[in-house]
Antibody, heavy 115, light 107 residues
Framework: QVQLVESGGDLVKPGGSLRLSCAAS????????MTWIRQAPGKGLEWVSY????????NYADSVKGRFTISRDNAKNSLYLQMNSLRAEDTAVYYC????????WGQGTMVTVSS | DIQMTQSPSTLSASVGDRVAITCRAS??????LAWYQQKPGKAPKLLIYKVSSLESGVPSRFSGSGSGTEFTLTISSLQPDDFATYYCQQYKSYSRTFGQGTKLEIK
């Protein structure tokens, strides 16, 4: 069936790095723009980044620009988010979603940045 | 970036009530407006896209309206399953932005 499954969330110290993954199934992944959205505890939704199907077009929220890198592997139907120089304010549940409208979401993976 | 402002932030209502949530964009977004429902501990769920188009499987008591910069999500007769947080989102610009959310509570 159509689904997205995130993984890779963890507890990491400030300044550390983490790589999130999102496995897609049930739709033509390579045709789809994909995106990451995050939600800090008790807060609203914040768009983080998107990537085109062919990886030639990416964009980032100002809050993560220069620290996060989005990528994908269409052969593996997988989306990634490399997060470097992590800060306490990056603590959130991270969701991947299919873009256009965000009609397919994963269940989320928790990233906690704390010493 | 396009800013999205929702009102109210919290709404208390009873089963059977008709409720409306408003979303205002900082600049015109034509009809590139979606609404999502989120329940605690769950991912958001797409309800409405392009202002008023209902996503497949969404009950017809949900409806959307508006244009330009002012939009409304209406639930015609609240059901117990509808108590959740609702977000609007613009997708006119690639830097997608969400409203801050409206928590719909049981009165």
């Amino acid at each position: 069936q159509v689904q997205l499954v995130e993984s890779g969330g963890d507890l990491v110290k400030p300044g550390g790095s983490l790589r999130l993954s999102c496995a897609a199934s049930g739709f033509i992944f390579s045709d789809s723009y994909m995106t990451w959205i995050r939600q800090a505890p008790g807060k609203g939704l914040e768009w983080v980044s998107y990537i085109s199907g062919s990886s030639d077009n990416t964009n980032y929220a100002d809050s993560v620009k220069g620290r996060f890198t989005i990528s994908r592997d269409n052969a593996k139907n997988s989306l990634y988010l490399q997060m470097n120089s992590l800060r306490a304010e990056d603590t959130a549940v991270y969701y991947c979603a299919r873009m256009g409208t965000f009609d397919i979401w994963g269940q989320g993976t928790m990233v906690t940045v704390s010493s | 970036d396009i800013q999205m402002t929702q009102s109210p932030s919290t709404l208390s209502a009873s089963v059977g009530d008709r409720v409306a949530i408003t979303c205002r964009a900082s600049q015109t977004i034509s009809d590139w407006l979606a609404w999502y429902q989120q329940k605690p501990g769950k991912a958001p769920k797409l309800l409405i896209y392009k202002v008023s188009s209902l996503e497949s499987g969404v009950p017809s008591r949900f409806s959307g309206s508006g244009s330009g910069t002012e939009f409304t999500l209406t639930i015609s007769s609240l059901q117990p399953d509808d108590f959740a947080t609702y977000y609007c989102q613009q997708y006119k610009s690639y830097s997608r932005t969400f409203g801050q959310g409206t928590k719909l509570e049981i009165k």
